[in-house]
């Protein structure tokens, strides 16, 4: 691969904010592999995710799959917003000195398409082959196709449907009173992921893996949340967290605009056991829109399964860009075998 | 109504606990209605309920319904480990001449039970018509069907199946997490309280009552949400609520025991909506007894739907107790006429 190395870029100037307000000089970290080209695919990534796409979707970056850098230029950046290099809460607030941390800004998923299409810019890319992400990265997927149709060809979107549900607010406020009522916010921050990881899980993935098994402590699935949530204080920030849910919570496709006037080409795809973001909810995205795909990812691992079962994803998305662009042929194996 | 004022009996002497350790002068909190009787419909109660049946269940205590006590003698009882008047962490122990707190004792659906007998031998009920309950107060039902098989003559169970599943557990850990990291166990109480109300409520519940409706400090469902856990903290002891999902964790129909040896009539009432213990579950209860019989209760609130939708219970329950005991007629109405 060209590149596995994080780079940053600060993009000079102002950006204004969906909801009011802008910010200074916002630096994005990016990463980017293949040949450098005109076209790119774009990988957005997920809540707690980044930069690291190769890492984290390792699968899709595979000989003759979708990401495959013999094939394509591919560019993955960490959103506004977020603690993985991007300008977030945790950066400097220059008017003061110290990190933004809960000052920073409202931002919405289409202010982090916004910072994407800067960094293209800047790349040089004119057109995305195609935009791809799952849950908070499906809504950027989305954005992308609803905002610059004239330089996209297709989206990709995954286990999320066109809005965030009443329920998935709910969930979202349940973690947000976590970590803004804690006694440290890191404590706050191991809970509402242990409220993530539940929701991000089916019954039946918890019920094979843990069962009722017992630990020394109590049972196993409890050392295991309680497990996710102190790794996950490791790696990020109580801030961030709370700033990308709301980000999320913020999410409506429809918002100012008709769905029925969104013409680019989108993949819907439903994961048949997500309990966050029914398949069901996953289908009314591409029923509304006319030029929408809709696919479910049979699997059992819930709403992270589009993290996990990369190659039945692989399949899929596959099928859908060689329906939408013939330059897309496929394989004799059924993938992608000509993305540039 | 004969009663509807709670009263308060001593069982002198040791109440040895299914865990190990005993406690000493267990009180129980109780109500009865109706006149006093040798046979007596038993009412459990659900994680945060009380004795006060016939205000939370107030629909089957409805003249001609299942609870009418003008056809039943009925006893409720607030459970061990309760903090509405029963012995539990709220209560003085006697040893250091404060509440328990946090040294309240682990006890078990099955130690609940035995409090439960001994109030019924203090009334002078030796049988049990049947014993009902939802959610927490069905998992006393069940145990009442396999430990008393020669005192009671049914037992009805609903919203929950033979055991805690992996993710309940997972769901109580993140609700023990919140209330023993917090900064004040108060504020911990209420984030486990909106967890459990997410898992209480369907999706399609909460995207018909509030959708995306805005309030002035965010989404309307955030203020309901905040709400409720406010009110919570308001009504109930936080190391009540561990001591209770920890027993409620504990239960397993199946612990010591066949399930194919409880030959008591069991209903297991399923919820269609239910997200926190899905009517498949349920199913596997009735499917797995010899004299086990499964209905459908169809609802769109969720899990609480069994203290909401009481005129489609009581029909449901009524139609069983008919079928199993011709003590019990249905009225022309096909609503049991002869309880008594």
């Given amino acids: 691969?060209?590149?596995?190395?994080?780079?940053?870029?600060?993009?000079?100037?102002?950006?204004?904010?969906?909801?009011?307000?802008?910010?200074?000089?916002?630096?994005?970290?990016?990463r980017t592999w293949g040949e450098p080209a005109d076209s790119a695919a774009l990988v957005c990534h997920a809540l707690t995710g980044n930069a690291d796409a190769d890492d984290w979707w390792s699968g899709l970056y595979k000989p003759g799959a979708i990401l495959d850098p013999e094939r394509n230029y591919v560019v993955a950046s960490n959103v506004l917003g977020g603690c993985y290099g991007s300008t977030g809460p945790t950066s400097i607030n220059l008017r003061t000195g110290h990190p933004y941390g809960r000052d920073f800004p409202d931002v919405t998923i289409r202010d982090m398409v916004e910072v994407q299409r800067r960094l293209l810019d800047h790349l040089g890319v004119s057109r995305v082959s195609f935009a791809i992400g799952g849950s908070m990265g499906g809504m950027q997927a989305q954005e992308w196709a609803a905002l610059h149709p004239d330089r996209i060809d297709a989206a990709v979107s995954i286990g999320v449907g066109i809005t965030q549900s009443a329920w998935n607010i709910a969930l979202s406020d349940a973690q947000r009173a976590a970590i803004t009522s804690a006694a440290g916010t890191e404590k706050g921050l191991a809970i509402a992921r242990m409220?993530?990881?539940?929701?991000?899980?089916?019954?039946?993935?918890?019920?094979?893996?843990?069962?009722?098994?017992?630990?020394?402590?109590?049972?196993?699935?409890?050392?295991?949340?309680?497990?996710?949530?102190?790794?996950?204080?490791?790696?990020?920030?109580?801030?961030?967290?709370?700033?990308?849910?709301?980000?999320?919570?913020?999410?409506?496709?429809?918002?100012?605009?008709?769905?029925?006037?969104?013409?680019?080409?989108?993949?819907?795809?439903?994961?048949?056991?997500?309990?966050?973001?029914?398949?069901?909810?996953?289908?009314?995205?591409?029923?509304?829109?006319?030029?929408?795909?809709?696919?479910?990812?049979?699997?059992?691992?819930?709403?992270?399964?589009?993290?996990?079962?990369?190659?039945?994803?692989?399949?899929?998305?596959?099928?859908?860009?060689?329906?939408?662009?013939?330059?897309?042929?496929?394989?004799?194996?059924?993938?992608?075998s000509a993305w540039a």
Same sequence: chains 1, 2.
């Fill in 1 to 30: 691969m060209t590149s596995a190395e994080t780079k940053y870029l600060t993009l000079d100037g102002s950006l204004p904010l969906e909801n009011g307000g802008s910010l200074q000089d916002v630096v994005v970290a990016y």
């Fill in 195 to 336: 409220i993530a990881m539940i929701s991000y899980r089916s019954p039946e993935n918890f019920d094979t893996r843990f069962g009722r098994e017992l630990s020394d402590s109590g049972f196993t699935v409890q050392d295991y949340l309680r497990y996710q949530g102190e790794k996950l204080v490791d790696r990020f920030d109580a801030d961030t967290y709370v700033t990308l849910i709301n980000a999320m919570d913020s999410h409506d496709l429809a918002r100012s605009r008709e769905l029925a006037s969104i013409e680019t080409p989108i993949l819907a795809v439903g994961i048949s056991s997500d309990a966050l973001y029914p398949s069901s909810d996953v289908k009314k995205l591409a029923d509304a829109l006319p030029n929408g795909v809709y696919r479910t990812l049979h699997a059992s691992q819930g709403h992270d399964a589009f993290l996990i079962e990369t190659g039945e994803l692989n399949r899929i998305v596959a099928g859908f860009l060689n329906r939408v662009d013939s330059r897309y042929p496929a394989g004799r194996d059924g993938r992608g």
